[in-house]
RNA sequence: GGGCAGGUGGCAGAGCGGUCAAUUGCAUCUCGCUGUAGACGAGACGCCUUUCAGGCUACGGGGGUUCGAAUCCCUCCCUGCCCA
């Protein structure tokens, strides 16, 4: 992997990049679609290929546990087992740690626990009673002890194992195992998964550059042959803790730097919370922000130096009856499942390019929904797609 | 004409003397979704008052028994199946 830095903004550290790998490049800042179980749900590959994505992120946790990284591995590899020639990303499990752990025991996800409040009300009061359930996961210095989610089977996740899964899937980014937090966490909880996490990211490059060096790429003269390893930044809402981690991260020999975890309760604190520690990461590394964003995410994160997002929310609020709008500078969503739409024979969006805008209305779409059928969620995650990548566009050029 | 089974909220379908404005599913309406246990989840869903709560009208129509009826009795109307 290599990175380089074409255009960097006045106003901001926003910069423009490319990413380059043995499968092609990523030019950034770019939107990376999740596509968990080595699948964009819903999407082939041509699909995404032609709205115009470079690059996709699946899941190390997912793919171990079904159909198994070695099954991926004998097939030849993530990339070919699911025909989808370009970059690819893997999330190192750290995230399962969390939702299958203390998000699953506290029936929030990431999601409903991130930014409490911002709707009116402090968790809706719906969260008050939600049923407690039994977390599937128990976190020890060694690893994580994961009840599969599956068929329950007791699974065992370390820094080593995760990145000995990660080399057999073939991905061409990389991340080191962590724990995400939950903002529900104290200072005291944090500051000892920090310190965890930490020693697990040593244990995780420690792993990588003794592998294997044909994948690795270690010690092998053509760096832009093998795999790139990011390192992650935790440490909660806690300012001193995120400038620690982002200190013992940039020091590490890391190829990029993931920013992971609980970002606060509100957009504003999770801007304000990236704005204390990115400016401590090092320039000329690639910078991805972990399950991050919104349209408006995106930008924010942009001008603080960010070069990747993966998030699910685009495709899952699609498979849910959302279309992406763009309103202004901003963006709001269209429920497609509304009745009224039955009705209206205009496109999602008029001014929109996208397969599905061009060839049908929010009647048939909404048709599809209400009567569940499939087609309802692919076509509204085409266009959501669509309308993620042309925003990347307008940020590329803008800078 | 005779015999049986039924008529419950938009639909389907529970309940069969009080805890029933009535379980549940579907439909409808609204909201949520940020490194995907998610084509998912939450709430509302007779009418009226501002939530708590209270009031009103309700389980085919009418009448009755009872402190109390969607639930028991009588009667009328209607539907389905079977026999003439």
Not at 6 to 27: C, D, F, M, Q, Y
Not at 85 to 111: M, N, W
Not at 275 to 295: C, M, Q, S, Y
Not at 355 to 377: D, M, N, Q, V, W
Request: with cysteine; glycine share 12%.
């Amino acid at each position: 992997m290599r990175f380089r830095i074409l255009k960097k903004s006045k106003n901001s550290r926003a910069r423009r990049g490319i990413i380059e790998t043995k499968h092609g490049v990523i030019e950034t800042p770019a939107f990376i679609p999740v596509g968990t179980q080595a699948t964009v749900k819903g999407m082939t590959v041509d699909q995404l290929k032609s709205i115009g994505y470079q690059s996709l992120l699946c899941n190390t946790y997912h793919l171990y546990l079904r159909p198994g990284d070695k099954v991926i591995k004998k097939m030849g590899g993530l990339h070919k087992f699911m025909n989808w020639d370009r970059p690819i990303f893997t999330d190192s499990g750290g995230f399962q740690v969390f939702s299958l752990g203390y998000g699953l025991e506290h029936g929030v996800g990431k999601v409903a626990s991130m930014f409490p409040g911002e709707k009116g009300g402090v968790l809706h009061g719906e969260t008050e009673h939600v049923i407690k359930k039994e977390k599937l996961t128990r976190i020890t210095e060694n690893g994580v002890e994961f009840r599969s989610h599956l068929d329950g089977s007791l699974r065992f996740l370390t820094p080593e194992k995760s990145i000995e899964i990660q080399r057999n899937l073939g991905a061409d980014l990389i991340f080191a195992f962590d724990e995400c937090t939950s903002p529900l966490h104290d200072y005291v909880y944090t500051k000892k998964s920090l310190a965890r996490t930490h020693r697990w990211a040593k244990r995780s490059l420690a792993a990588f550059q003794g592998g294997d060096p044909v994948t690795t790429g270690r010690g092998s003269p053509n760096e832009m042959g093998r795999q790139a390893l990011y390192g992650i930044i935790q440490g909660g809402a806690f300012r001193d803790l995120r400038e620690e981690a982002a200190k013992f991260i940039s020091k590490m020999d890391f190829d990029g730097i993931g920013i992971g975890g609980a970002l606060g309760n509100t957009k504003k604190e999770m801007y304000k919370i990236l704005g204390w520690f990115t400016p401590l990461l090092p320039e000329n590394k690639p910078k991805h922000l972990l399950g991050i964003g919104a349209p408006d995410d995106i930008i924010q994160g942009v001008k603080l130096g960010m070069d990747t997002f993966d998030c699910v929310m685009p495709t899952r609020i699609a498979r849910n009856g959302s279309a992406l709008l763009a309103r202004g500078g901003s963006y709001e969503l269209l429920n497609l499942k509304l009745g009224r739409y039955l009705k209206d024979k205009n496109p999602i969006d008029k001014k929109c390019g996208c397969s599905t805008c061009k060839s049908y209305s929010r009647a048939y779409l909404s048709h599809l929904f209400k009567a569940h059928e499939i087609l309802g969620p692919i076509l509204a995650t085409i266009h959501n797609l669509w309308f993620m990548e042309q925003w990347m566009k307008k940020i590329r050029q803008s800078i």
